[in-house]
């Protein structure tokens, strides 16, 4: 069910969630949280909902979408309550504000009205992130602060950034993408021989956010020198390769799909190693509130690593993109 609201109030809004509640019972009350997604109007915020709406099966949520449209129109609220079928899980309220109301300021106090009470709130930003994420207004509302570097029109920067202004609570899907990288590189280091890593090197394409996280991890937890090889044969992380003093480990992803697993004594193994959905990345986040300090630790790690750039065709495994 979709209920249109043009031109409208959050007063009129939550009694009308009142009223779907009284009179249909459609919107059930076992809600976890509250995720607030603050984006532009345009095609691209369907595709925000429909990932919100899939992470909602696993998180029952209400979602609040800030839609900010034209800031030189006339003041207006456009309100959308999506519930039932066509909102997972959850419930979807979207709201469409036009002129001074698209502000930052603006749009905080039309969402503090529609919060879930007792419960966390989560604020995503799927494209462009304000500087200071928790310094923002309707960041400060939210005990998590979820980001994506790569969404933005300057991965490079927008992940500086992220570093510069980091406080815990904060995260960013260009490191949700590499769990399944970190979680095969943790375990191949856990089996014999227990041997340091005397250095590493991630290779990737020149902006990639999750391929720099990647490496800021390595250099935070192997207290190992780590270089970061730009490499245009693929885009993507390419491969991984940890040296010890027995010989290598080596993770090699040559289709985006899977992933070559090779190191000493050990025979040869193939990994599913795929690019992840939004919807599933965005379901990982939603699993914890508290602040992630693995992912403050490769922030930091980032100053640390050295770069390079891979000569033609010397690049190891050509992959595909995260």
Known sequence: MIVDL???NTSVLNRKLVH??????????????????????????????????????EHPCRIIVLARGVRKAAARLDAQIRVGGD??????????????????????????????PDTPVVTW????????????PIGELAQRRITDAFATSNPARALELRRSTHVPGDTDLSWTRITLWRALLAAALDNVPHEPVTSARVVGEPVSP?????????????????????????????????????GPIEL???????????????????????RRDTKDILAEELRRLDPDEIYAGALQGLSQITRGRSSAGSAAGAGRRR
């Open 6 to 8: 043009p031109s409208t």
């Open 125 to 136: 930003w799927p494209g462009e992130a304000p500087q200071s994420p928790s310094k923002d």
């Open 87 to 116: 909102a997972g899980a959850s419930e979807v309220i979207v709201l469409r504000s036009y002129g001074p109301l698209a502000g930052d300021e603006p749009g905080a106090s039309m969402v503090i009205p529609l919060l879930l």
């Open 20 to 57: 779907l509640r009284e009179s249909g019972g459609v919107l059930a009350l076992g809600r976890v949280l509250t995720l607030v997604i603050v984006t532009n109007d345009g095609p691209g915020i369907e595709d925000a909902i429909a990932a919100a709406n899939e992470a909602s099966r």
């Open 210 to 246: 999750s391929a720099d996280l990647l490496a800021g991890w390595l250099t935070a937890r192997l207290s190992a020198p780590v270089k970061r090889i730009r490499s245009d044969a693929a885009p993507g992380i390419s491969s991984v390769r940890l040296v010890r003093p027995s």
């Open 252 to 274: 090699v992803r040559p289709d985006g799909k899977i992933g070559t697993l090779t190191q000493p004594g050990q025979p040869e193994r193939r990994v599913a190693l795929h």
